[in-house]
DNA sequence: TTCCAGGCAATAC
DNA sequence: GTATTGCATGGA
């Protein structure tokens, strides 16, 4: 299998940051990670956005604002594994509805609960067990932010879970690689579909020299873009 | 009705 | 190391 992405098949690192530009140029700026309760008025969310348009922020990259919010991003991360993100809005707000969107009060529910919880999230018996493993991680860290291996040691957080949650909780500028962008660029010839997950990731972050902000964004673009991608083709 | 979403772990070779 | 399979809800 290859792993390298190839140079040779047309990406350097210009086209990485124009690409990113006619991203942003053609869809908006995306205002991710979307936050549940955001308490200013949320101006400039776009309106053409596809998908569930609560929670985003656009333009704003001062979240998360409490310990609280960042312990929400964290578990939407995980709810959100091959799940339709208004599914996991729904268990965010029934987590929200039992005051548990923090590690202690999560650690302490049920399982039963927390199953009915998280049901709408699908897989609700495997994310269950994931929350329970990740709020106790949370937990001991005390304040401090954790690192790669750290959460990849973590039962059920995986390589795109834990740079999830390094890029939006901690803003740790790191770039997160998922479905959307081995279909989005190998459709465009910069790498197969199958590249290992680490050589993607290197190859864009070494191709970027940005904060968090630019690769919160980039990624939210890459998003973006692969939903009116599927849209279109449902349409036809 | 079928298809599939902002993956991951377990298992089989 | 590579390929396959189970996990589950809700919207299109």
């Known amino acids: 299998m290859r792993d390298i992405p190839l140079s040779g098949m047309g990406a350097d690192a210009g086209a990485v940051l124009e690409y990113y530009g006619a991203l942003l140029k053609r869809y908006g700026p995306q205002g991710w990670w979307p936050i549940l309760d955001l308490h200013h008025a949320r101006k400039g969310v776009n309106p053409t956005k596809s998908g569930?348009?609560?929670?985003?922020?656009?333009?704003?990259?001062?979240?998360?604002?409490?310990?609280?919010?960042?312990?929400?991003?964290?578990?939407?991360?995980?709810?959100?594994?091959?799940?339709?993100?208004?599914?996991?809005?729904?268990?965010?707000?029934?987590?929200?509805?039992?005051?548990?969107?923090?590690?202690?009060?999560?650690?302490a529910l049920s399982e039963e609960i927390l199953k009915g919880a998280i049901r709408p999230a699908g897989y609700f018996n495997q994310k269950a067990r994931k929350l329970k493993v990740f709020a106790e991680f949370y937990a001991s860290l005390k304040g401090r932010a954790p690192s790669r291996g750290e959460l990849l040691g973590l039962w059920g957080v995986g390589p795109e879970t834990a740079d999830s949650i390094l890029l939006y909780a901690f803003r740790v500028p790191v770039f997160v690689v998922d479905a959307y962008t081995r279909r989005i660029f190998s459709g465009?010839?910069?790498?197969?579909?199958?590249?290992?997950?680490e050589s993607i990731r290197s190859f864009f972050e070494s191709s970027l020299d940005g904060d968090y902000k630019l690769f919160q964004e980039y990624h939210a673009l890459i998003v973006?873009?692969?939903?009116?991608?599927?849209?279109e083709v449902v349409k036809k």
């Open 224 to 231: 973006e873009k692969g939903k009116r991608m599927r849209a």
């Open 188 to 197: 465009m010839g910069w790498f197969e579909k199958d590249a290992e997950y």
């Open 52 to 107: 569930s348009i609560n929670g985003y922020h656009p333009g704003d990259f001062s979240y998360p604002r409490s310990e609280a919010q960042r312990f929400e991003i964290c578990i939407g991360a995980i709810l959100t594994q091959n799940t339709a993100w208004p599914n996991v809005e729904k268990a965010l707000l029934n987590l929200k509805q039992l005051d548990c969107l923090d590690s202690g009060r999560l650690l």
